[in-house]
């Protein structure tokens, strides 16, 4: 059996216009392990090894990155996702869910966050680390700050601002480096910030607009559309769809996240959502097929499939006026376990 090995990696702390990059992927690079520590996870810059049952069993590959998901392959083909959260993994092969944590996490010193803006932000994050004031208030309001210990690393802080509403980032990536006692950032009205769903839409705190008009990620509660018709919901395993393991290649796991959506049954479904626009949009979406789908704008069909096609991202412009958005399932009693995928549907303005 191969000789697991860790790596380190040593970042430097800076506030400039130009910050250092960190190491890439440097929060989910080292070895992860369960409570028994019956399995073992060792991920490096763009291999990994699962040595599972004590050693008797040992899987490697490659893998790839996207936002917090992980999808790794052995021998090309898919074997598993692992989902970073609040400082565990989750590793989910097969429909079953491990939960890891890293080996040899240390907290070198703190992190404190100052809200000296005018706003109230909320769901504040800084490499998957939670700062709430409180366990029952999850924000950090004007004039307030929060401190929490972390581990040596960079990464952006991710919030919502609470007046005129958005999810936003910071522009710069805020690092701190290993051993470090105490580190600052304080939020003001002239932040730079990016918003979260459409990056190229950046300015102050105070002064930035939301663009996004729809965000349907799947997490959260099931978004008002105008129509859902037959199944067409939120899903996060097999066992929620008319998928049985003897089927599990018609399943594709969630791409972004816990959940994402199905459309599918013995019948025709559908998923339509009505939208007006006062100025010209873009919209985005992830998606992936197992049965007869298609997706039309206005009647429109921009696209068709009958083919098994993994997880994809596509985009479609909109025109000012009110756009009719149908994602559709064609079946049959015969393909009821087959499903239209999608994820991740954003709707904002481009001008």
Same mark, same amino acid.
């Given at each position: 059996?191969?000789?697991?090995?860790?790596?380190?990696?040593?970042?430097?702390?800076?506030?400039?216009?130009?910050?250092?990059?960190?190491?890439?992927?440097?929060?989910?690079?080292?070895?992860?392990?369960?409570?028994?520590?019956a399995?073992?996870?060792?991920?490096?810059?763009?291999?990994?090894?699962?040595?599972?049952?004590?050693?008797?069993?040992?899987?490697?590959?490659?893998?790839?990155?996207d936002?917090?998901?992980?999808?790794?392959?052995?021998?090309?083909?898919?074997?598993?996702?692992?989902?970073?959260?609040?400082?565990?993994?989750?590793?989910?092969r097969?429909?079953?869910?491990?939960?890891?944590?890293k080996?040899?996490?240390?907290?070198?010193?703190?992190?404190?966050?100052?809200?000296?803006?005018?706003?109230?932000?909320?769901?504040?994050?800084?490499?998957?680390?939670?700062?709430?004031?409180?366990?029952?208030?999850?924000?950090?309001?004007?004039?307030?700050?929060?401190?929490?210990?972390?581990e040596?690393?960079?990464?952006?802080?991710?919030?919502?601002?609470? #007046?005129?509403?958005? @999810?936003?980032?910071?522009?710069? /990536?805020?690092?701190?480096?290993?051993? =470090?006692? !105490?580190?600052?950032? &304080?939020?003001?009205?002239?932040?730079?910030?990016?918003?979260?769903?459409?990056?190229?839409?950046?300015?102050?705190?105070?002064?930035?607009?939301?663009?996004?008009?729809?965000?349907d990620?799947?997490?959260?509660?099931?978004?008002?559309?105008?129509?859902?018709?037959?199944?067409?919901g939120y899903?996060?395993?097999?066992?929620?769809?008319?998928?049985?393991?003897?089927?599990?290649?018609?399943?594709?796991?969630?791409?972004?996240?816990?959940?994402?959506?199905?459309?599918? #049954?013995?019948a025709? @479904?559908?998923?339509?959502?009505? /939208?007006?626009?006062?100025?010209?949009? =873009?919209? !985005?979406?992830?998606? &992936?097929?197992?049965?007869t789908?298609?997706?039309?704008?206005?009647?429109?069909?921009?696209?068709?499939?009958?083919?098994?096609?993994?997880?994809?991202?596509?985009?479609?412009?909109?025109?000012?006026g009110?756009?009719?958005?149908?994602?559709?399932?064609?079946?049959t009693?015969?393909t009821?376990?087959?499903?239209?995928?999608?994820?991740?549907?954003?709707?904002?303005?481009?001008?």
């Amino acid at each position: 059996m191969k000789k697991l090995l860790t790596l380190a990696a040593t970042l430097t702390l800076v506030f400039v216009s130009c910050p250092i990059e960190p190491t890439p992927n440097s929060d989910v690079i080292g070895i992860w392990t369960n409570t028994e520590e019956a399995m073992t996870l060792d991920i490096s810059k763009s291999t990994w090894i699962l040595v599972t049952g004590g050693g008797s069993s040992t899987n490697n590959g490659k893998w790839t990155r996207d936002a917090n998901t992980l999808r790794l392959y052995s021998d090309d083909k898919f074997f598993a996702t692992a989902r970073l959260s609040e400082g565990k993994l989750f590793f989910v092969r097969e429909s079953t869910t491990y939960t890891l944590t890293k080996k040899g996490k240390k907290a070198p010193g703190t992190l404190k966050i100052n809200n000296q803006s005018f706003t109230e932000i909320t769901d504040v994050t800084w490499n998957n680390v939670s700062f709430a004031e409180t366990e029952y208030v999850n924000s950090i309001r004007s004039g307030n700050n929060v401190t929490k210990n972390v581990e040596a690393g960079g990464g952006y802080i991710f919030f919502k601002r609470k #007046s005129n509403p958005i @999810s936003a980032r910071t522009r710069d /990536i805020i690092i701190v480096e290993e051993g =470090k006692k !105490s580190i600052e950032f &304080a939020f003001t009205d002239d932040t730079v910030i990016i918003e979260v769903n459409n990056t190229t839409n950046t300015g102050t705190l105070r002064n930035l607009q939301n663009t996004v008009l729809w965000w349907d990620d799947a997490e959260g509660e099931i978004q008002p559309y105008f129509l859902r018709q037959h199944f067409a919901g939120y899903y996060s395993t097999m066992a929620d769809l008319s998928i049985t393991g003897t089927n599990a290649s018609y399943f594709y796991p969630p791409k972004n996240g816990k959940k994402s959506i199905a459309v599918g #049954s013995s019948a025709t @479904s559908l998923l339509h959502l009505k /939208i007006t626009l006062t100025k010209s949009a =873009k919209l !985005s979406f992830w998606y &992936a097929n197992r049965g007869t789908a298609s997706f039309l704008i206005n009647d429109d069909a921009k696209l068709n499939s009958n083919q098994n096609v993994a997880w994809s991202f596509v985009e479609f412009e909109l025109e000012p006026g009110l756009n009719d958005l149908i994602w559709k399932n064609t079946a049959t009693a015969t393909t009821n376990t087959l499903y239209f995928y999608i994820d991740d549907i954003l709707i904002y303005y481009t001008e």
